[in-house]
C-alpha cells in the first residue's frame, strides 16, 4: 500500500475524517474529490496527444 499504511492507520484516519467534517458532510466531500481527480485524469489524458500535435505541427512549419 502506497506510504506503508496498514488496517490499523486507515480506521485511525477514517476517524480523524469522520469528526473533522461529521457524517453527514462525508458523503459530499468525497463526492466532490471523487469529481476533482476523475477532472484532473481527464484533463491529463487529453493534454498528452495534443502537446504532441503542437510539436509536430511546429516542426512542419519551421521545415
Not at 500500500?1 to 467534517?21: A, D, Q, Y
Amino acid at each position: 500500500m502506497p506510504f506503508n499504511l496498514g488496517g490499523p492507520e486507515l480506521i485511525f484516519l477514517l476517524i480523524i475524517v469522520l469528526i473533522v467534517f461529521g457524517a453527514g458532510k462525508l458523503p459530499e466531500v468525497f463526492g466532490q474529490l471523487g469529481k476533482g481527480v476523475r477532472t484532473f485524469r481527464d484533463e491529463a489524458n487529453t493534454d498528452k496527444p495534443a502537446a504532441t500535435t503542437t510539436t509536430t505541427t511546429e516542426t512542419k512549419k519551421t521545415n
